[in-house]
């Protein structure tokens, strides 16, 4: 390989291995807050209103991420001014 | 195109590359110092504002504010702490 094509590589496993753990981060949070949200008494299976409450609150919780990066990032560019 | 990498592929690398890859790792560094932030907010955030049964995928504009003004107050807060113990060390 050549120097390009290793620097090329080393970039691309690099920005996976960080999406994958930023993936990582947000299930765990998820799964955490909408379990104890939504499964309050966990039965023999998953109910379909579990279900439901269970795919918006992740729905939910992903536009509150977003929410707070936006509030985060310029709050960050207004105080590097 | 291999898409392994061996350790001694790492030696090919030539100094331009070299500094390159050091500015995009500081760069990629910094972003996940941010992400982290921003997930643990986001946990404390949720907690805060989320609080009603939850019908629907979206976010309420009083969550929605009340998730903004907690990410607010709290880097308020984490500032205040810095002072604060920055006056402590000075007095």
Not at chain 2, 19 to 43: G, M, Y
């Amino acid at each position: 390989m050549e120097s390009e094509a290793v620097k090329t590589e080393v970039i691309r496993q690099v920005k996976t291995q960080y999406a994958i753990d930023n993936v990582k981060q947000l299930m765990e949070k998820i799964n955490d807050h909408c379990f104890q949200r939504c499964v309050p008494k966990p039965g023999t299976s998953l109910s379909g209103g579990e279900q439901a409450c269970f795919t918006q609150c992740m729905e939910k919780y992903m536009l509150a991420w977003n929410q707070v990066s936006t509030t985060y990032i310029s709050r960050l560019q207004r105080e590097q001014q | 195109m291999d898409s392994s990498l061996a350790d001694h592929d790492l030696e090919k690398l030539n100094e331009k590359d070299k500094l390159e890859l050091r500015s995009f790792l500081a760069n990629e560094n910094q972003k996940a110092r941010v992400q982290a932030t921003v997930h643990s907010l986001t946990d404390m955030c949720f907690k805060k504002c989320v609080t009603g049964t939850i019908r629907g995928g979206k976010l309420d504009g009083s969550e929605e504010g009340c998730i903004a003004n907690c990410t607010d107050r709290f880097l308020d807060v984490s500032r205040l702490t810095v002072n604060h113990l920055q006056n402590m060390r000075q007095g």
